[in-house]
């Protein structure tokens, strides 16, 4: 039973960091098309082909580089991850005392008494691996090392970031398919907004925070993403217009 629920522990902290990446390119790309389809909208003067184009160009470029982006993050966090385990490895081996005294004042850190701590340390010593292992978890915070695991959940991660991020571009970008002018615009913020109003609640559920207050901050920052990105394209449209003679 306790194997059990130390198993549904793993699984619910694996899905967790799963979470991070399907949120942050959700949220990421509802927020950039909705500013851009507002701006090209804005610039364009409603011109549909021209804020599809941008839009599905936006979510293939997006999608590529947060994939990539999320990829190389992690192999960098594996790498610097597997020197320092190795340092630790090393050290365990060759300076065994260097690696009992940084686990005993880890153990005295949390809140073992010095002899319990010493008791506990003399135990693990009697592996040098075991010793090596306990000395990079508690003195140095690191993991294991780099791990075929490892490379699979960095793959998988950069699936799920540049999937999520397609998701949400393409979101703002469906009305202009069926809706021309204003309705367009009003629809993909609309959209936009549900997006992450949805994902804000989610969050907030699965956080323990306030769904609803969580909700709400997201949808704001939707609004004000897609108001800023209008008046952006507004205003450079007005300025391309005085700068441009009319005819020849």
Request: proline content about 2%.
């Amino acid at each position: 039973m306790a194997l059990v629920r130390i198993a549904q522990a793993r699984t619910r902290i694996e899905r967790g960091s799963r979470v991070r990446e399907l949120v942050f390119g959700l949220q990421d790309a509802l927020l950039a098309t909705v500013g851009l389809v507002a701006g090209v909208d804005g610039a364009t003067q409603q011109n549909n082909k021209v804020v599809i184009f941008a839009g599905l160009s936006h979510l293939v470029a997006g999608a590529v580089s947060m994939g990539a982006g999320e990829y190389l993050s992690s192999a960098a966090q594996r790498r610097v991850t597997a020197a320092a385990t190795d340092d630790a490895r090393r050290i365990g081996e060759a300076e065994p005392y260097v690696a009992q005294e940084g686990v005993m004042e880890a153990l005295q850190g949390e809140g073992l008494d010095r002899a319990s701590a010493y008791r506990v340390v003399e135990l693990v010593s009697r592996s040098r691996g075991a010793l090596a292992s306990m000395f990079q978890a508690t003195a140095l915070g690191v993991g294991t090392g780099e791990g075929e695991g490892e490379r699979r959940d960095a793959v998988l991660g950069a699936l799920v970031m540049a999937g999520s991020f397609a998701v949400g571009a393409i979101l703002p970008v469906i009305p202009y398919f069926v809706l021309h002018g204003a309705a367009a615009l009003i629809l993909s913020i609309a959209i936009a907004c549900a997006a992450i109003f949805g994902v804000g609640a989610a969050i907030g559920r699965l956080s323990a925070d306030n769904p609803l207050r969580a909700a709400l901050e997201f949808s704001a920052v939707a609004l004000g993403a897609g108001g800023i990105g209008y008046a952006a394209g507004l205003a450079i449209s007005a300025i391309a217009g005085h700068q441009v003679p009319s005819g020849s």
